[in-house]
């Protein structure tokens, strides 16, 4: 008989939050128990999404009112801080952490970052890093999953190949990130007007971004040496999609050819990475509603510099769609189900 787990969405009525409900819909292993809130109990997802509208589905809860005894699956999608601290009174069998809150080794960095004490230091080292393609071996015995952020999933997936196997320079990491205003989440701020941010692009935590501590974290572990890098998000006027164009010096006697075929096999068994060839370039509606990171190294600038372009869907790679995937890897599902549904397009 198909395993049927009973999970609760925390945050369910944000963008994050929504986009797992969509997918866990259509995932044959799953039962949505319950669905949490803070100031909306008692409503239902489709009042606020009408999208919802004909979808069976329980209404939203107080997250403090909700029946948690039997639920498999507790995932958070709501804001850091918030969400540690909610998370570490759970008895539930998993939890599944879409925030940046168990992220992070080390609570000084968190500190440091996030401008506040860890609300519970002590879980921090029993969190599995979730970059799915990086944490198969992990999954499997985990109670506590750190989802990556947006952009450090597309970066991680650029540059983990290339650091594992020496072929990069790790002191001359350059990122340009950009994202569509739906990464802020919805609440945002003026920035994310349309007013404002309509035919804009607009740099911001130009060299003190929050994802560089955990972009820095993971690449250094691989690297088996301290990486540092620079890293440069940009707000551009899209609702979905993330792309980083990221540039790098090769090693001597590295070429761009042996950049694209280290991707390549690397990623050849991984049903959601893809490494376009013959200068086939990544954008954002290649992946748009999709679990997919599409990416592809080029030569560029002078002998001896490389770029990768990676592009994934900051709601679905980036969020939602990864989070699924390592509930898949957690327990034993194929690791694409309730993933593969039809892409949109144009
Ligand atoms: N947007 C993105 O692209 C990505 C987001 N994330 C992470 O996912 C999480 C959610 O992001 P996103 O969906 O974009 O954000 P939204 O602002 O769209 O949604 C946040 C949700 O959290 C709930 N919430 C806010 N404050 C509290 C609180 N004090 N107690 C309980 N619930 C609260 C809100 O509840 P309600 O409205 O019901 O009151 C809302 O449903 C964040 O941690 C974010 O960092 C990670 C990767 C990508
Ligand atoms: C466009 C935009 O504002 N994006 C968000 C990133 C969203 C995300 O993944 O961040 P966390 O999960 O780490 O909060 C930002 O730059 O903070």
């Known amino acids: ?42 409503e239902h997802l489709r009042e606020i999404w009408p999208q919802f509208l004909g979808s069976p589905l329980p209404p939203l809860r107080h997250i403090d009112e909700i029946d948690y005894s039997s639920v498999d699956v507790a995932f958070s999608c709501m804001p850091h801080g918030v969400s540690a601290q909610r998370l570490s ?9 879409l925030s940046a809150d168990f992220r992070l080794d080390c609570p000084e960095t968190y500190a440091q970052w996030y401008d506040a004490a860890h609300p519970c230091p002590d879980l921090l080292s029993t969190a599995v890093y979730g970059l799915s393609e990086f944490a198969k071996e ?36 350059v990122i340009n990130a950009l994202s569509g205003l739906s990464g802020a989440g919805r609440s945002g701020n003026n920035s994310h007007l349309f007013s404002e941010a309509n035919e804009s692009v607009q740099p911001y935590n130009v060299g003190h971004h929050r994802h560089v501590p955990e972009i820095e974290q993971e690449l250094s572990k691989r690297a088996k040496k301290t990486v540092s890098i620079s890293f440069t998000p940009h707000l551009v006027p899209m609702t979905r999609g993330e792309l980083t164009t990221t540039v790098v010096e090769l090693c001597s006697g590295v070429s761009v050819d042996d950049l694209q075929t280290t991707l390549s096999s690397r990623y050849d068994c991984d049903p959601f990475v893809y490494v376009l060839q013959d200068d086939a370039c ?32 900051n709601l679905v790679k980036g969020a939602a769609g990864q989070a699924i995937q390592n509930m898949n890897l957690l327990f034993g599902f194929p690791e694409t189900a309730g993933l593969k549904s039809a892409p949109l397009m144009p």
Not at 89 to 96: A, C, E, K, V, Y
Not at 149 to 161: E, W
């Open 1 to 42: 008989m198909t395993r049927q787990l009973e999970i609760a969405i925390l945050g369910a009525a944000g963008y994050a939050g929504v986009n797992l409900v969509r997918l866990a819909l259509s995932h044959p292993n799953i039962k949505i128990k319950a669905l949490g809130t803070r100031r909306k109990d008692g």
């Open 89 to 97: 009174q759970l008895t539930s069998p998993h939890i599944i952490d």
């Open 138 to 173: 992990y999954l499997p015995r985990s109670r506590l999953v750190a989802c990556p952020g947006c952009y450090p999933t597309a970066v991680l997936l650029s540059l983990l190949p290339l650091v594992e196997n020496g072929l990069i320079d790790t002191t001359r990491i």
């Open 282 to 313: 990544p954008s954002t509606d290649m992946v748009r509603g999709t679990n997919n990171c599409v990416l592809s190294a080029f030569s560029a600038g002078p002998p001896g510099q490389a770029v990768i372009i990676a592009a994934i869907d």
